[in-house]
């Protein structure tokens, strides 16, 4: 039986997310890190982030939807993907396979 995602894996998957696109070491990565300022993410690496987001997490998020719910931190960007993650599974267990 698959387990919920808990807070400490949605944080280590957005950690190696932003550590592959952005080709940082994730050590440089803390939840007070901002996206452009601290790790230097562009316009194209903030229209790749959601992409990886939706395909590791299987949740919808849209370029558009990223860019409005302002995930300007990786604070920011965890708890998007868990409500993300509660609304695309509520009633039911979050699958983390």
């Known amino acids: 039986m698959a387990k919920p995602w808990t807070s400490d894996e949605i944080e280590t998957r957005v950690k190696a997310i932003l550590e592959y696109q952005l080709g940082i070491d994730r050590d440089d990565i803390n939840r007070e890190s901002r996206l452009a300022e601290d790790l230097g993410a ?54 983390n396979t």
């Open 42 to 95: 562009d316009s194209l690496d903030l229209l790749c982030i959601p992409h990886e987001l939706r395909r590791i997490f299987l949740i919808p998020m849209s370029n558009r939807s990223f860019a409005s719910e302002n995930a300007g931190t990786v604070n920011l960007l965890c708890e998007i993907v868990a409500s993300k993650l509660g609304e695309r599974y509520a009633g039911t267990e979050i699958a």
